[in-house]
C-alpha cells in the first residue's frame, strides 16, 4: 500500500530532514509549474525546480530521471549514458503499481513506495550539485523544499543508490 504525505514527512522528520511544504493548484507540466511558483514561499525561488521522468526499458528495467527542469533529455542518447536499453515512457498502470504516484505527481520522494527497489535512479550531474530542490510531496497540489543533501540521505536509507550522470 502506497504511503500517504503524512507518513512521508513523518519518516523525513524521523531521518531529521526538514522540508517545506507549499500548498498550491495541481500541476501537471514543467509550464504548469512555472505558472505557480509567484505562490511559493521565497524560500522555494533559490531552489532548483526539477522534472521527473518515469522510463521502462526493453529489458523491463525501471528508471527514475531527476533533473532540472530545463534540461533537454533525449531519450535515444540518454539510454547510452544510463546503460539502458530502448527507453519509452512508463505506463500511468505500473507508475501507480510501483511509485504509488500518477502521471503529473512523479517525484524522487515517491521512492518510499518503491519497497521492492524496482527503480534504478539517475540525477543530472548539475543538479545533485543543487542546494535544494523542489518536489511534489506525492501529489502534485504542493511543493516541497527539500536539500540536496537530505535528498540523498533520504534514498540512501531507503537503499537506493542514485546515477549521477551528465545528460
Known amino acids: 500500500m502506497e504511503k500517504n504525505q503524512e507518513k512521508l514527512f513523518n519518516y523525513l522528520e524521523s531521518l531529521g530532514i526538514q522540508t517545506l511544504t507549499t500548498e498550491h493548484e495541481g500541476v501537471h507540466t514543467v509550464g504548469d509549474n512555472q505558472r505557480i511558483r509567484m505562490s511559493l514561499d521565497a524560500r522555494h525561488q533559490n531552489a532548483a525546480h526539477i522534472k521527473n521522468l518515469f522510463l521502462k526499458d526493453k529489458k523491463g528495467k525501471l528508471w527514475l530521471i531527476i533533473a ?4 533537454p533529455i533525449d531519450l535515444k542518447q540518454l539510454r547510452h549514458k544510463i546503460g539502458a536499453a530502448h527507453l ?5 498502470d ?3 503499481a510501483v511509485l504509488g504516484v500518477t502521471p503529473g505527481s512523479v517525484t524522487p520522494l ?7 527497489h524496482q527503480i534504478n535512479v539517475v540525477i543530472e550531474q548539475d543538479l545533485s550539485e543543487a542546494r535544494a530542490i523542489n518536489c511534489h510531496p506525492l501529489s502534485n497540489d504542493a511543493t516541497t523544499l527539500i536539500s540536496v543533501s537530505d535528498l540523498m540521505l533520504f534514498m540512501e536509507k531507503l537503499g537506493f543508490s542514485p546515477q549521477i550522470c551528465q545528460l
Open 68 to 71: 532540472r527542469e530545463d534540461c
Open 88 to 92: 519509452s515512457f512508463g505506463k500511468p
Open 94 to 96: 505500473l507508475l501507480q
Open 110 to 116: 515517491a521512492l518510499i513506495n518503491d519497497r521492492d
